[in-house]
């Protein structure tokens, strides 16, 4: 099982990015797929999640800003970041997760700074 992520980046208060995690070697479709992040110092928390359904669920601190999305033919999950704030600075991690089966990508780091 593969994860990769890309699209983290610097950008300025204000701007936009876009993630995206592609995945192989689990069938994408069936999968809950979710963006953590992982600030210097704090937790891990979730940032969004999006389940096989296309239901989506999102942290407080990103709603409204944040949009995730999926595309099973592509086998991609997408994070689209819009007002980017400098405490969204941190480590964007991607999972899957169906049952007992948990997998992580190796991060992308969005850095949000002038």
């Known amino acids: 099982v593969l994860l990769v992520e890309s699209g983290g980046g610097l950008v300025q208060p204000g701007g936009s990015l876009r993630l995206s995690c592609a995945a192989s070697?689990?069938?994408?479709?069936?999968?809950?797929m979710g963006w953590y992040r992982q600030a210097p110092g704090k937790q891990r928390e979730l940032v969004a999640s999006i389940a096989s359904g296309g239901s989506t669920a999102y942290a407080d601190s990103v709603k409204g800003r944040f949009t995730i999305s999926r595309d099973n033919a592509k086998n991609t999950v997408y994070l689209q970041m819009n007002s980017l704030k400098p405490e969204d600075t941190a480590v964007y991690s991607c999972?899957?997760?169906?049952?007992?089966?948990?997998?992580w990508g190796q991060g992308t780091q969005v850095a949000v700074s002038t």
């Open positions: 070697g689990i069938i994408f479709s069936i999968y809950t």
């Open positions: 999972n899957a997760k169906k049952r007992l089966n948990d997998y």
